[in-house]
């Protein structure tokens, strides 16, 4: 098999094997995957994202059929495509088609591009207030004005409007609180609770530290644990094993990567194989399933201050690979996230690492 594409950095947890970084208590959320923009943060997905900014207008040469005189409605559809085309996450695309609906509502879907203004742009959000009586909060309204900046950001990108009127439009500062992650000391309490269940004389079970380890070493996302397949995880070089990461859809692609796993995971993967017997997935059991042992795990190792999951292990994973020294754009490739999602995961973590 060819070497991983992406190796793993982070130094190996277990406590015979490496000195831990100073306790760090504190961070969605990357991934990702929630209701609004977007793709993923450190995942997903934390709730209200920005997937663009009108800094991100493309430059691509395929010009839509759109002119100056185009109604907006005509501009919307083109967008719609345009977001598909270009991989927007399925909650970006959802939330930001319906940012699009109550603007043309509030504009009017025959408006001419080059009638829209940016005084009627920034009177927009106190009209939904007033007239449809939709109170917000800041983060809610800070991503209807990227969906203004990036949507108007595109149409004077491509060249359909000489002036980009979302352009003066002062975007709102809504910072989501920083994650929490694991301490150094707790990483170690887990590994070791997960080593003795799987070698427990009565009843072994070799799941929880496979799982555990799989996640600290990747920090992948619970949907991208639950659908791998047994032909994801190579061990053929049992000293470097790796694990690779597939998605189907080509709007997805810059999410395919191949993950390096310490030595470490070789073993504990035979183990779950003689025990579990699985066909086809590596887990063939439900997502909320693997967070139970998660949570269970957590409470063995006495973790009061949060909630050992999926996300608070990502999180951890990416911390930890930025104080080794992981370079940023390695990193943010092992996480499959986009440049876009990486400007503020990246902010987060470099905070994170340094408390």
């Not at 270009?86 to 970006?92: E, I, R, Y």
């Not at 929490?180 to 009565?202: N, P, Y």
């Amino acid at each position: 098999m060819n070497a991983p594409v992406l190796q793993h950095a982070l130094v190996p947890i277990m406590a015979e094997t490496t000195t831990p970084h100073p306790d760090t208590p504190h961070p969605e959320n990357f991934t990702h995957e929630s209701s609004a923009p977007p793709d993923e943060q450190l995942t997903a997905a934390p709730a209200e994202k920005r997937e663009a900014s009108s800094s991100d207008a493309p430059t691509s040469t395929l010009t839509p059929p759109l002119r100056a005189h185009s109604p907006l409605a005509d501009a919307i559809a083109a967008f719609d495509e345009y977001m598909v085309r270009k991989g927007f996450s399925d909650n970006t695309i959802k939330a930001f088609q319906n940012d699009l609906k109550f603007l043309s509502e509030y504009l009017g879907g025959d408006t001419k591009l080059y009638h829209i203004t940016t005084q009627a742009l920034d009177e927009f959000l106190p009209w939904l207030a007033e007239n449809r009586g939709m109170h917000f909060s800041a983060k809610t309204q800070a991503r209807r004005i990227t969906t203004m900046k990036v949507f108007f950001g595109w149409l004077h990108g491509i060249g359909v409007i000489g002036v980009d009127p979302a352009e003066p439009i002062v975007q709102i500062q809504a910072r989501t609180p920083l994650p929490i992650i694991l301490r150094d000391s707790d990483v170690r309490t887990l590994l070791l609770k997960a080593q003795d269940i799987s070698r427990d004389r009565e009843k072994p079970d070799a799941r929880p530290y496979l799982l555990l380890s799989l996640l600290l070493q990747t920090g992948i996302k619970k949907s991208e644990c639950a659908r791998l397949m047994l032909e994801d995880i190579d061990v053929s070089q049992p000293q470097s094993p790796f694990v690779t990461i597939r998605y189907r859809e080509e709007r997805y692609k810059h999410k395919n990567r191949t993950l390096g796993l310490t030595a470490t995971f070789t073993p504990a993967f035979q183990q779950y194989l003689e025990q579990y017997k699985p066909k086809e997935l590596l887990f063939e059991c439900t997502p909320r399933n693997l967070e139970y042992v998660l949570e269970e795990l957590g409470e063995l190792a006495g973790i009061r201050y949060v909630q050992v999951g999926f996300e608070t292990l990502r999180w951890t994973c990416a911390v930890r690979d930025f104080r080794n020294g992981m370079p940023e754009e390695q990193l943010r490739q092992k996480l499959g996230l986009s440049k876009i999602s990486w400007r503020e995961t990246s902010e987060k973590i470099r905070l994170l690492a340094n408390r």
